[in-house]
C-alpha cells in the first residue's frame, strides 16, 4: 500500500512539473492567438495592503514564443504610474534594473522592456527578491520572491524556447 502511495505522489508530482506555465487563447473569429503566463509572482507587505505582481508579456515569433516583456499591477504604491523603476535580484547577487516606458496612468500598470541579454539572465538564475519604486511619489516596496516562486522566469522562458503551452478551455 506504501508503495503505491509513494507511486501515486510520484506522478502527480511529475505531472504537476510537466503542465506547461504558457496558456494559448485563441479567437475562433479572427484566428489570432495570444499567449500568457498561467502564474504571476506577488509581493505584499504584511498587511497585505500594497503590493505588485510580476509576469511576463509573452508574444508570437515566427518559429517560437517570444519574451517581449516584464509587466507589474501596483497597487497603493504611490499614486499613478509612470518612470516606474523595477529592480530584480537573482541568485548570483547581481541585479536587473528596468525603468517603466508606459505612458502616465493611474490603473497602476508598469510595462518594461529587457534586452535579450537580461532575457537570457533570467531563463538562468533563479529571482530572490524584488524592488519597485513609483516614478512620481517615490514610494517603493520591496519583497522576497517565495522560494516555489523563485524559478518562475527560468521555467516560463524555458516553455517559450520549446513552444509549450496549453490551450485555454
Not at 502616465?104 to 539572465?121: D, I, L, P
Not at 512620481?136 to 519583497?143: H, K, N, P, Q, V
Not at 524559478?151 to 522562458?157: A, D, N, R
Request: glycine share 4%; hydrophobic share 35%.
Amino acid at each position: 500500500m506504501k508503495k503505491i502511495l509513494f507511486i501515486a505522489s510520484l506522478v502527480a508530482t511529475i505531472a504537476a512539473q510537466a503542465q506547461p506555465y504558457i496558456v494559448q487563447s485563441c479567437d475562433d473569429m479572427t484566428d489570432k492567438c495570444i499567449y500568457y503566463p498561467s502564474e504571476k509572482i506577488i509581493i505584499a507587505n504584511e498587511a497585505k495592503t500594497k503590493g505588485f505582481t510580476i509576469s511576463l508579456h509573452l508574444t508570437q515569433k515566427p518559429s517560437q514564443i517570444g519574451v517581449s516583456g516584464i509587466m507589474c499591477k501596483v497597487v497603493n504604491i504611490g499614486g499613478c504610474d509612470e518612470n516606474d523603476k523595477l529592480i530584480l535580484m537573482l541568485s548570483d547577487s547581481t541585479k536587473i534594473s528596468l525603468v517603466s516606458w508606459n505612458d502616465f496612468n493611474c490603473e497602476g500598470n508598469a510595462w518594461f522592456n529587457v534586452k535579450e541579454s537580461e532575457v537570457e539572465r533570467l531563463a538562468t538564475h533563479k529571482v530572490i527578491k524584488a524592488y519597485i519604486q513609483n516614478g512620481r511619489t517615490y514610494d517603493s516596496l520591496s519583497g522576497e520572491i517565495p522560494v516555489e516562486e523563485q524559478e518562475y522566469f527560468i521555467k516560463l522562458i524555458a516553455d517559450c524556447r520549446q513552444n509549450k503551452f496549453t490551450k485555454e478551455k
